[in-house]
């Protein structure tokens, strides 16, 4: 950590001066030559992990700056974030360290995700057995702020944490969740919201991990026919709003495919634990970059848009916004629009 501290202190008068110089200085892209595989790997085993970490947290805070009032398709102008995990598979022959099952290896990138310009604020790199609940205990909530998670995180004494802090949480109830109804709050005039109730744990044991009122909402996808039941601990925003919150959940699904698909991610450079905490990190700070390019430049294409011209054009030495102009007019960046569901279970 000493190490990795030394090289923030002696790189942050570049960085920050980087990140104020112009745009046609900063964003002039090119590496120059191809860089070998065997070299990438020697830098991935020899050089702590934490600097790169480090890196990640000065461009986080960054976008962040530059994101915090963009909207994200709903009414909130408070903190909004997405919490939730990814499993990466690695060869177990290959990285004994990360064993998963019996023939399997893998790690873990649980991330909480800003929902205001989608940039990861928080992310923890685990074992894969690590119980996604678990990852609560690492969080610390904001005051006003909401996270959303799905029932995958449904653990009332850790939710509880969240309600103590005066922060918020919108979650899909379990089917074992035994609820008691208290009130029927009247039903708003919206499509597919079909009850809002007051409601407590039924069971003395369960209300002694959470002893506060609940609210339950039933909400009826029509688009796709499904019904969800959701919970939460806020009794303000419109039952529709809190629905529509957790249709946002799905950006950080979309964070984890665009990752794992074209960051190479799935194809490391060196096996050692060391070596995966750098490559994913790395990731992480190139997709943070091209958030804050997109935001200085103030382009309209999307962030996953910028990031796959960046990745055929690397290796040229032509400004962002050449390369970007050089595109056709419609051509398809390869979306996933039409391969998601509103909803996830």
Known sequence: ???AQLTYREGLRDIEACLRSSPTKLYHMGVGSRVSKSTLADANERHDWRIFADFAQIVIGRARTLYRDDPFGEE??????????????????MFPWARFRQRKGAVKMHTLLDLHGNVPTFVWISDGKLADVKILDQLIPEAGSFYVVDRGYVDFERLHRFTAASAFFVTRTKDNVQLKRLTSRRKESADGVMSDQIVVLATADSRKHYPDKLRRIRYHDVENDRY????????DLPALTIARLYKARW??????KWIKQHLRIKAFYGTSQNAVKTQIWIAITIYVLIAIIKKELGLSVS??????VVSVTVFERVPILQALQSEEPGENFGGFSNQLNLFTL
């Open 251 to 256: 950006q950080v699904e979309l964070f984890f």
């Open 76 to 93: 909130l102008r408070l903190s909004a974030y997405a919490l939730d995990s990814t499993t990466i598979d690695l060869c177990l022959a």
């Open 228 to 235: 969800f039941i959701f919970l939460t601990n806020n009794f």
């Open 1 to 3: 950590m000493a190490f």
């Open 303 to 308: 962030i996953y848009q910028i990031l796959q």
